[in-house]
């Protein structure tokens, strides 16, 4: 049995070793020539860079080549530094100093120790020639970004035959006769390619039969789903089932049509067409798709035919006109771009072609722009008395259009100066600017209504996750802010690629910019990384966390079970605070990279700035972190502190805001408010006691008195029923009964209010009642409710005084 495992054995690895040497193949070829074939390779980029006449996509080539020579250049450097890693680590123990008991080295270790030298330095070599070769492929592949966006600015700027010359409108009928004739030619000969047979290999037709079965399941997923939540005849319809639905009707009427017309231009494309059919079919795959696009999204947001499912608030003359405008619009300029871009490549020798259709086509687009672009288009339906603008955007966006015009006319003023390819270039930058931003703004509204039906109660999906997740069943969830933040920022990093690159700025510039960001920018001494910052926010937003979860389990577990004062477990629970948040902070800081020996000097710079003279902005900083975190007084509060009384309407981290009942406005110092009382008449709830004491002659039935006063308490709407009003029969005085009627309101502001309707209530009973006679000298004696103002700590008022610890 051993035998027979070791044989076994061996013909395993004979088979590994075969395998491996067919894989490899032919031996690879020596580090010295490597390095000679790649400096060979930079040299001839070099000498090609320096050509005249270079095209942005022959540039963009060149380009990529270094591209290769660099990864392959990085990727000989990391090998080298494992094998110098490697050789140090054996050579390390060679290196180390003789005992101390005299035993001289033999001459296997002093050969052994030279021998990993030497391979040490062969690998030190090495990286220092990747590291050249890297160093002069990124210079070059800088010098092509410089020379690529030359050559672009160039071509834009190249002035051609102007389309109102004389020579021009003589050339013309001869190069439309010519590109006439090199298009049949070609459709004549891809007739006879199709009709020989359809040359399409196994591996597209696998591709295009794959493509075609998701289109079908896709037209009968939206099909179920339009049947099932299509537009109806309802009327009353929320914001957020319009959007939902109006996504569902995007499926139907933009996603399934666009595939099919892609699939339909790969196989177009399978068969093989002759120039320039090749590239039109591309072209015109991309017009009809760019055409199904705006339909579906003036049918899905403008709604014309239903109002009551119209996702954008247009009214119905904006919707219609609108809708056709934008139709009318794509249809004939992609009609118009389409035939442009065959007879412009159908020979080489068409300028006055190519300049007399520059300036159609820049006229057309102007004419049919124009009136999506008017005022008649962009009216709003607004409810009466809402306030918000008659017009869709407001000011922003009629600034906007204005500049739209402007750009959709200067096409024209450059056609006719010749700068053809400048106007064209301009037009599509524009309308494909326009067309990212819509689709984008349009994603936003759909994902954040899907999420917004997902996560509420009322709808299935809201009902499953709360089951899910064990929650109860009118529970608020909020998680889908977050996600609907990850997409807005996936959306503006989509757009900050794609709106340049509709520009003509280089793409790989864009993304290595955004790459920098991310990775980090060095200022200075000082690595600006948005990573890093992102990482920073969430360490920080987990560990404050963390400390709330464990101040809670704290504050109501473990505190309750342990026998001392209220005053000792309050200042438990805020050291704990105080703890987690310095904590979460070091985590924060941490997690950006910063040096902490840097900011002990720095802290130790501040602490001797604070000793010179920063003591009291520093006093009341403090306090003002302190009053953020621990809230005795928060914006709405009715305080009354070292004889300022209102309002508080702002908390800085300096000073505190406060608005009297002059409305005038006090500025406080934070540390105010940590040395002083501090009278907070809301900091516990609104709610506040009215208190009526009243006189009246010895011969009034208690009984009806008591009754007169509580009958007028029930009868103020604003008096709360719970707690009940409270009537008391005092004493039996000198000059009378004394009598005290006390009345809970629910808001502070309505006391003066409601004591002075008690007050003209109990009069006007007591003269009715014949209790006391209206004459000149009344033997009833108000003394009533005294000025709010002055009653700054009388009685029970809903609040607590707060005073310094």
């Not at 094998?83 to 008991?101: G, M, N, Q, V, Y």
């Not at 037709?205 to 789903?225: D, I, K, N, Y």
């Not at 053809?420 to 954040?448: E, F, M």
């Not at 709405?636 to 406005?665: P, Y």
Request: net charge neutral.
């Amino acid at each position: 049995m051993t035998y027979l495992l070791r044989l076994a054995c061996l013909v395993l690895l004979l088979a590994a070793g075969a395998a491996l040497a067919q894989e490899s193949g032919q031996p690879q070829r020596p580090f010295s020539q490597l390095i000679d074939l790649w400096t060979r390779q930079l040299d001839r980029i070099a000498m090609s860079a320096d050509q005249a006449g270079l095209l942005p996509v022959e540039i963009d080539g060149l380009r990529e080549q270094v591209l290769d020579i660099r990864a392959a250049a990085t990727a000989a450097a990391n090998l080298a530094r494992n094998d110098l890693a490697d050789t140090r680590k054996l050579l390390a123990p060679l290196e180390a100093k003789p005992a101390t008991d005299g035993v001289p080295e033999t001459d296997a270790v002093k050969a052994d120790r030279q021998r990993l030298t030497d391979q040490a330095a062969v690998s030190e070599s090495r990286i220092k020639q990747c590291e050249v070769i890297v160093a002069r492929a990124d210079q070059l592949h800088e010098r092509l970004t410089k020379r690529r966006a030359e050559a672009m600015l160039q071509t834009l700027l190249r002035r051609g035959a102007s389309p109102i010359s004389a020579q021009t409108w003589s050339k013309l009928g001869p190069q439309l006769v010519g590109a006439f004739e090199v298009l049949g030619g070609a459709l004549a000969t891809w007739a006879r390619q199709v009709a020989a047979g359809l040359q399409i290999d196994n591996r597209s037709l696998v591709s295009l039969t794959a493509w075609a079965a998701l289109m079908v399941v896709l037209w009968w997923f939206g099909r179920l789903l339009r049947s099932r939540y299509g537009k109806g005849e309802a009327q009353d319809v929320g914001e957020r089932d319009r959007t939902v639905v109006a996504a569902i009707d995007g499926v139907g009427l933009m996603l399934v049509p666009m595939l099919a017309v892609w699939l339909i231009g790969r196989v177009l494309l399978a068969t093989s067409p002759p120039p320039p059919l090749d590239f039109l079919v591309t072209q015109f795959t991309t017009d009809v798709i760019a055409f199904l696009l705006v339909i579906g999204l003036t049918a899905a947001a403008l709604s014309p035919a239903r109002p009551a499912w119209r996702v954008l608030p247009f009214t119905d003359d904006s919707a219609h006109h609108l809708s056709n405008s934008l139709r009318r619009l794509i249809a004939i300029v992609l009609t118009a771009d389409f035939l442009y871009v065959a007879l412009a490549r159908s020979n080489e020798n068409t300028d006055a072609l190519t300049s007399v259709g520059a300036l159609v086509l820049a006229t057309l687009v102007a004419v049919f722009t124009m009136p999506a672009l008017a005022t008649r288009g962009w009216h709003a339906e607004r409810p009466e008395g809402s306030g918000l603008p008659t017009m869709i955007g407001g000011a922003w966006w009629s600034v906007v259009r204005l500049v739209l015009s402007v750009l959709v006319l200067l096409p024209i003023v450059l056609a006719l100066l010749g700068y053809v390819t400048l106007a064209a270039h301009l037009h599509n930058a524009v309308y494909t600017t326009v067309l990212l931003i819509t689709v984008a703004v349009l994603l936003h509204r759909v994902v954040a209504a899907l999420l917004e039906s997902a996560a509420a109660a009322d709808t299935r999906p809201g009902q499953w996750v709360r089951h899910r997740l064990g929650l109860p069943s009118d529970a608020t969830l909020r998680g889908q802010q977050i996600v609907i933040l990850l997409f807005d920022v996936i959306l503006v990093l989509l757009l900050a690629v794609g709106i340049p690159t509709a520009w003509g700025v280089d793409t790989e510039a864009v993304i290595d910019g955004i790459a920098k960001l991310l990775h980090g920018v060095k200022v200075g001494g000082i690595t600006i990384s948005l990573s890093n910052i992102g990482v920073s926010i969430i360490a920080f937003g987990v560990c404050i966390a963390l400390v709330r979860l464990l101040r809670t389990v704290v504050r109501d577990r473990v505190l309750p079970t342990v026998d001392a004062p209220l005053p000792l477990r309050q200042s438990i629970d805020a050291g704990l605070n105080y703890l987690g948040v310095a904590v979460a902070l070091l985590i924060g800081v941490g997690a950006l990279g910063i040096d902490f020996t840097n900011l002990a000097i720095v802290l130790g710079a501040l602490s001797v700035g604070i000793g010179l003279g920063l003591q009291n902005i520093a006093n009341n900083v403090i306090s003002g972190v302190i009053l953020l975190v621990e809230r005795p007084i928060k914006a709405g509060d009715w305080v009354l502190v070292s004889g300022h009384e209102g309002f508080v309407r702002r908390i800085n981290i300096r000073a505190t805001e406060i608005e009297t009942f002059q409305r005038t406005h006090v500025i406080v110092p934070n540390s105010v408010f940590l040395q002083n009382p501090v009278v907070n008449r809301t900091y516990a709830d609104t709610s506040s006691r009215i208190e009526i004491k009243l006189t009246v002659g010895l011969g009034t039935d208690v009984a009806v008195m008591e009754g007169l006063l509580r009958e007028a308490a029930l009868g103020q709407p604003n008096v709360l029923r719970v707690p009940a009003p409270i009537v008391r029969f005092v004493k039996v005085g000198p000059g009378g009964l004394d009598f005290e009627l006390f009345v809970f309101v629910a808001r502070l502001e309505d006391r003066v209010v409601v004591g002075n309707d008690l007050n003209k209530t109990i009069l006007a009973r007591l003269i009715e009642l014949k209790i006391i006679d209206p004459a000149p000298v009344p033997e009833l004696r108000i003394r009533g409710i005294e000025p709010y103002l002055s009653q700054a700590g009388a009685g029970h008022e809903g609040g607590h005084a707060q005073t310094p610890t």
